[in-house]
């Protein structure tokens, strides 16, 4: 039989397990026509294409997803990768699959940056996507699961880079969905590309001493088992050593080594009902030490993401730390696959309320909601806190469990309930005692609120105290809303101040007719609307004035050139149309002139060595790299590298085609040229130093040095730095990748 068959003839199988009376015609017409759209096009490790997108749906079958999901499944690279349209797909197999298909493409499409805009752009995508219908990210998921999987064929450049976004995005996302297994995978899979000495490390330390973890775990298998068995508890018992990026993390975080975790082993008993859980509980420690602390109760206390199970950490006589986890048939289920162990789509319904309504999937609304009057960079700094962080279980005073970001404070907890709990708070209690409401809350806290409709609203520095992105957002829209003058009064005096801080003035602006680009850019209509946005909060006064240093820095410089520059640039844009020969309909590649031609920037634009030339800040070229030229509006060429997204034909206007024009580098009289470089690594003591020794080794001029922690316990550390030419920021490239820890060295927006 063909092997493509053959395994669409196993996904068919998988699939009658769990859904016998499916619609397997529906599925085998996905089948071909996905083979035939893809039809001569290879995967990197050089099988036929088709081959993905059924490793894909069977990752879909193991979640025993829905029929329309798994025909999306077979589907979902069709819109983007071949002729296949959303109209085609709907009329042959239905609107659902394909609203599916087309959810799934537009994430496919989304490439993971740090420029904070664009990121917060994609993940608003995501979950817009996620609050439409949760099917698309099941779907996502299973299609980066198996590209994860397939990894090594790829170049290493994109291994590392396809591993930090799994890590920091998806991963995260597969645990606030519950899907464990999945999550596990997808973490060991990135740490096997992002560290592969730490995870071969690992590996190799648990399999050096695979025969005895095999013996330990076995024996406490069966003790348990005869004792369940002596007290008539019907069980299932299974021990296994816990997953490798699990113990890199707490390795590396604690300082220990594998063996001086507590819970390297991880036994699970799996019973009928509920009582049955309590009673292998008691069971349990009676039969080992249980250890101070080690015991949570997530069936009482369930967590956001559904998950249920007793915890428990004891101590045998042999000395060694382990972990009990007991739960019932269907919780291990919900542990194992998440939402998609019970989401409506199985349960036979319509689907015709959207899935984002449900209370199990309000933190995704709320996200959304709290984009509205956030600035970019604000939002997905707390938007990592919101949904990747690790949280704190709290009660209301009549016993309900409010979920919140660890760290949280009674401000948090009260906008949690309501922003008008929020707003007119006047004080807190914790556990029966008056707190601060800086106060750090506590698992198993017991919160209480006190109002009073005379309040005055919130304060200005609850913002720099509470820690969910929900607050923050309240807080914002209660100053937005009623205190729009102050807002603009406290908004002007703080723009002021900062803009003769940094040397500027009002009347600088207006003279120079700057104002009307300054708020464009900062998307404000009238300058008290930005004043207004400055006095809430939903930008700092800090951002305005960096694009008005901007904007000036821009306009001195065009000044100083324009004027000798103005005549010999008009030759170079207005010749007659005979004189044209370079202007095309498609983006010119850059000719090195074979003549040294010296100018003052070191660019040649089209053999003149006299023209206004600016470097783009969209990717800061250096000489050495490919470069191509940008014919802006009275203001030069703007030069960016060949490879800039902004250069890329796909991004290019057609009525701007003509603008585009070939340059090349020449001798210069100008010695260094600003490069920006992103690092990341994880995070540890001293990185900052190593890298700045580096940096210090290589002899290089550093203008910005910031770093910031990201989830999982990584850092990203932004460079921006002066150098000759390619040759030197490689040398420093190549010299920043030999430090530990460093897992991607990249060129960057400047």
């Keep these: 039989m063909d092997p493509i068959l053959e395994q669409y003839r196993a996904l068919e199988d998988h699939v009658r397990q769990y859904t016998p009376n499916a619609d397997f015609d529906r599925l085998y ?3 071909t026509y996905a083979d035939r759209a893809h039809d001569g096009q ?28 798994l025909i999306a499944a077979l589907l979902h690279d069709c819109i983007e990768d071949t002729g296949a349209t959303h109209e085609e797909i709907s009329k042959l197999f239905s609107p659902t699959v394909a609203n599916l298909v087309e959810g799934v493409t537009k994430l496919t499409r989304m490439q993971y940056t ?20 949760i099917r698309v990210i099941l779907i996502k998921l299973c299609d980066r699961l198996h590209n994860m999987r397939t990894m090594e064929y790829q170049t290493p450049k994109k291994q590392k880079e396809k591993s930090l976004e799994t890590l920091e995005i998806y991963a995260p996302l597969a645990h606030r969905l519950g899907m464990q297994k999945i999550k596990w995978e997808l973490e060991d899979l990135s740490l096997k590309f992002l560290d592969p000495a730490g995870y071969k490390d690992i590996e190799n330390q648990l399999n050096s001493r695979a025969s005895a973890h095999e013996e330990f775990m076995a024996s406490i298998q069966k003790k348990i088992q005869d004792r369940m068995e002596r007290e008539g508890v019907t069980c299932t018992v299974y021990g296994r050593v816990k997953h490798i990026y699990s113990l890199y993390r707490k390795m590396y975080t604690q300082q220990k080594s594998l063996y001086e975790i507590f819970d390297l082993y991880a036994f699970r008993v799996i019973v009928s009902d509920i009582a049955g859980c309590y009673t292998v509980l008691g069971c349990i420690h009676d039969m080992f030490n249980p250890m ?15 998950y249920q199970s007793l915890h428990t950490t004891v101590i045998g006589r042999e000395g060694i730390p382990f972990e009990v986890q007991i739960r019932t048939q269907e919780m291990h289920e919900t542990a194992e696959y998440g939402i998609a162990a019970h989401w409506k789509y199985k349960q036979g319904m319509t689907g015709r309320e959207e899935i984002g309504s449900e209370k199990t999937f309000e933190w995704v609304r709320k996200l959304l909601e709290a984009q509205a009057d956030t600035d970019a960079e604000e939002f997905v700094r707390t938007m990592k806190v919101d949904l990747f962080s690790d949280e704190v279980f709290v009660f209301t005073p009549n016993g309900d469990v409010i979920s919140l970001p660890a760290g949280a404070t009674p401000i948090d907890f009260a906008y949690s309930i309501h922003s008008a709990v929020g707003n007119h708070m006047t004080g807190a209690k914790v556990n029966g005692r008056i707190v601060p409401f800086d106060t750090q809350l506590n698992n198993g806290d017991l919160v209480e609120i006190s109002t009073s409709k005379s309040a005055h609203g919130p304060s200005r520095d609850w913002m720099n105290i509470c820690k969910s992105n929900e607050a923050r957002s309240k807080i914002r829209q209660w100053f937005k809303k009623e205190r729009r003058e102050e807002n603009i009064v406290n908004g002007r005096v703080s723009f002021d101040s900062e803009l003769r801080r940094a040397g500027y003035s009002m009347a600088m602006i207006t003279e120079n007719d700057l104002l009307p680009v300054i708020l464009k850019k900062l998307k404000y209509s009238t300058l008290d609307d930005m004043y207004a946005a400055i006095g809430y909060g939903g930008i700092t006064s800090a951002k305005a004035v960096n694009r008005v240093r901007e904007e000036m820095l821009r306009l001195r410089r065009e000044q100083k050139e324009q004027a000798q520059q103005e005549a010999l640039f008009q030759q170079a844009i207005t010749p ?14 850059a000719q090195p002139e074979k003549h040294v031609t010296h100018s003052k920037t070191g660019i040649i634009v089209e053999g003149l060595d006299n023209c206004l030339v600016k470097f783009a800040k969209c990717c800061t070229p250096v000489p050495g790299d490919p470069v191509i030229g940008f014919i802006t509006r009275g203001y030069g060429v703007s030069v960016h590298r060949q490879d800039c997204p902004n250069a890329s034909p796909s991004k290019v206007k057609p009525e701007e085609r003509g603008r585009w024009i070939r340059v090349s580098w020449g001798e210069s009289e100008q010695s260094l040229y600003k490069a920006s470089l992103e690092v990341s690594a994880k995070a540890r003591p001293n990185l900052a130093l190593d890298i700045a020794a580096a940096l210090s080794a290589c002899k290089v001029r550093v ?18 730095l002066y150098v000759e030419d ?23 927006a400047g």
């Design 42 to 69: 290879l995967r990197r490790n050089g099988t036929p294409y088709i081959t993905h997108p059924l490793a894909v749906a069977e990752i879909a079958a193991d979640l025993e997803l829905d029929m329309d999901s």
């Design 703 to 720: 203008e910005n040095f910031n770093a910031r922690g990201l989830p999982d316990g990584f850092a990203m550390v932004s460079l921006v």
């Design 292 to 306: 101070q602390g080690r015991f949570k109760d997530y069936i009482s206390t369930p967590k956001p993401n559904g």
């Design 576 to 589: 007659t149309e005979t004189a044209m020969p370079h202007v095309s309909t498609a983006l010119p590649a």
């Design 114 to 133: 740090t420029k904070e805009e664009k990121q917060m752009e994609n993940l608003r995508k995501m979950l817009m996507a996620m609050s439409k219908d």
């Design 29 to 31: 017409a996905a089948f």
């Design 726 to 748: 390619q040759t030197k920021l490689n040398s420093v490239m190549s010299k920043l990748n030999q430090i530990s820890g460093v897992m991607t060295v990249k060129r960057a």
